[in-house]
């Protein structure tokens, strides 16, 4: 494992010139390859009020993009638009409601196979001040995350997150406290979730630079909780509550409230009953089936999971302290869904997920939505 941050980019030098290149050959528009369908906007033009303090209508879907390869990633600027990772191309796509989407980037040196690619992305608080966009990917070696400003080349902050066909976890968001997290995955070896060198199978914490954050659990490991087989989608509530996703292996999928310090279980518990051995239990599971819950949002006092093979949006109320029982939406009516994440607007904005060869692709797949709250 090595962290790396602006001072120390010797694990970029052989990749330098590749790096610089693709960065400046994608913002300045004119050398990219063109892609094999460019996205479109059916609702360009049109886009309904949406209130921060409304509830989303998820009975009144607006359809900001379609034809995007693969949507991951999803983070919002200021001004209410989004960037949107496609996980195969590398590219990144600025979408608005009502305006025809833009590509303002492309990744270099994305190895995009198996569930692997370019994965999350984040906006940090200071992106006015310092136009910083961050992103969770997968490269020939590893999977890591890198920083860069839309006109500029990436700089590496964290590698030796390990990588396989699947299990890469790749959610990153940046939490209340101002701080970087990334949710991650057992790269297929189910040892490292327990394992504290590793950077797989745990919540990682850091500062906007890539190192360890101060008050972590250990001193100068980024490790913040362990015991995840594959974290997908990081969201806090109001009081400030961490809360994530993550996949089951054969028979329970997972909402879990992180605590720093925390073991979740993974290899041994799948679900709950790990508390007499020392594990903390999920707040809600579902089987495999109902669910594999890819991105969560919580707007006002509902958390919001995008659900990839359950093919519907679970909403979980938030109340007592906990979660509530959880209630399915939008069941099959979109296919697979990855990400949700609220707007600025107070609108929600939804990803499907059915060109990433494991859904039925329809017509217009894949979309990304907005659902306006009222």
Same mark, same amino acid.
């Given at each position: 494992?090595?962290?790396?941050?602006?001072?120390?980019?010797?694990?970029?030098?052989?990749?330098?010139?590749?790096?610089?290149?693709?960065?400046?050959?994608?913002?300045?528009?004119?050398?990219?390859?063109?892609?094999?369908?460019?996205? &479109?906007?059916?609702?360009?033009?049109?886009?309904?009020?949406?209130?921060?303090?409304?509830?989303? =209508?998820?009975?009144?879907?607006?359809?900001?993009?379609?034809?995007?390869?693969?949507?991951?990633?999803?983070?919002?600027?200021? $001004? +209410?638009?989004?960037?949107?990772?496609?996980?195969?191309?590398?590219?990144?796509?600025?979408?608005?409601?009502?305006?025809?989407?833009?590509?303002?980037?492309?990744?270099?040196?994305?190895?995009?196979? $198996?569930?692997?690619?370019?994965?999350?992305?984040?906006?940090?608080?200071?992106?006015?001040?310092?136009?910083?966009?961050?992103?969770?990917?997968?490269?020939?070696?590893?999977?890591?995350?890198?920083?860069?400003?839309?006109?500029?080349?990436?700089?590496?902050?964290?590698?030796?997150?390990?990588?396989? +066909?699947?299990?890469?976890?790749?959610?990153?968001?940046?939490?209340?406290?101002?701080?970087?997290?990334?949710?991650?995955?057992?790269?297929?070896?189910?040892?490292? &979730?327990?394992?504290?060198?590793?950077?797989?199978?745990?919540?990682?914490?850091?500062?906007?630079?890539?190192?360890?954050?101060?008050?972590?659990?250990?001193?100068?490991?980024?490790?913040? &909780?362990? +015991?995840?087989?594959?974290?997908?989608?990081?969201?806090?509530?109001?009081?400030?509550?961490?809360?994530?996703?993550?996949?089951?292996?054969?028979?329970?999928?997972?909402?879990?409230?992180?605590?720093?310090?925390?073991?979740?279980?993974?290899?041994?518990?799948?679900?709950?009953?790990?508390? =007499?051995?020392?594990?903390?239990?999920?707040?809600?599971?579902?089987?495999?089936?109902?669910?594999?819950?890819?991105?969560?949002?919580?707007?006002?006092?509902?958390?919001?999971?995008?659900?990839?093979? $359950?093919?519907?949006?679970?909403?979980?109320?938030?109340?007592?302290? +906990?979660?509530?029982?959880?209630?399915?939406?939008?069941?099959?009516?979109?296919?697979?869904?990855?990400?949700?994440?609220?707007?600025?607007?107070?609108?929600?904005?939804?990803?499907?997920?059915?060109?990433?060869?494991?859904?039925?692709?329809?017509?217009?797949?894949?979309?990304?939505?907005?659902?306006?709250?009222?």
């Amino acid at each position: 494992m090595r962290q790396v941050n602006a001072r120390d980019r010797g694990p970029c030098a052989a990749i330098a010139a590749l790096v610089v290149v693709g960065a400046v050959a994608a913002c300045a528009g004119d050398t990219t390859p063109a892609p094999t369908h460019l996205p &479109s906007s059916a609702g360009v033009g049109t886009t309904a009020a949406s209130t921060p303090a409304g509830r989303p =209508d998820l009975d009144a879907a607006e359809e900001v993009a379609g034809y995007v390869d693969v949507p991951w990633g999803l983070a919002f600027l200021p $001004g +209410g638009s989004a960037l949107v990772a496609e996980r195969n191309t590398g590219r990144i796509l600025r979408l608005a409601p009502g305006l025809a989407p833009e590509q303002v980037y492309q990744l270099p040196g994305v190895a995009a196979r $198996g569930e692997g690619g370019l994965l999350g992305l984040a906006v940090p608080p200071d992106y006015a001040e310092k136009r910083y966009v961050y992103a969770y990917f997968t490269a020939d070696t590893d999977n890591r995350i890198v920083r860069f400003r839309l006109d500029g080349p990436p700089e590496v902050l964290v590698t030796g997150i390990a990588k396989a +066909g699947n299990h890469d976890g790749g959610r990153i968001a940046f939490g209340p406290d101002g701080m970087l997290y990334a949710g991650t995955g057992d790269a297929g070896q189910r040892a490292r &979730s327990q394992d504290p060198a590793s950077l797989n199978g745990k919540i990682l914490r850091m500062t906007p630079e890539g190192r360890a954050a101060p008050g972590n659990p250990t001193p100068g490991s980024p490790v913040y &909780s362990r +015991g995840h087989r594959n974290v997908q989608g990081l969201a806090w509530d109001r009081s400030g509550r961490l809360f994530t996703s993550e996949f089951g292996q054969d028979r329970f999928d997972e909402i879990n409230l992180i605590e720093p310090g925390r073991n979740y279980g993974w290899p041994a518990v799948e679900g709950a009953a790990g508390v =007499d051995r020392g594990y903390t239990d999920p707040l809600v599971t579902w089987a495999t089936a109902e669910a594999s819950p890819s991105g969560i949002a919580i707007a006002g006092d509902t958390l919001y999971v995008a659900a990839l093979r $359950g093919r519907r949006l679970w909403t979980v109320p938030l109340q007592d302290g +906990g979660l509530g029982e959880p209630r399915a939406e939008l069941r099959d009516r979109y296919g697979r869904l990855r990400t949700v994440a609220v707007a600025p607007d107070g609108a929600l904005w939804l990803t499907t997920s059915n060109t990433d060869g494991r859904g039925e692709v329809g017509s217009g797949d894949d979309r990304v939505l907005r659902f306006p709250a009222r």
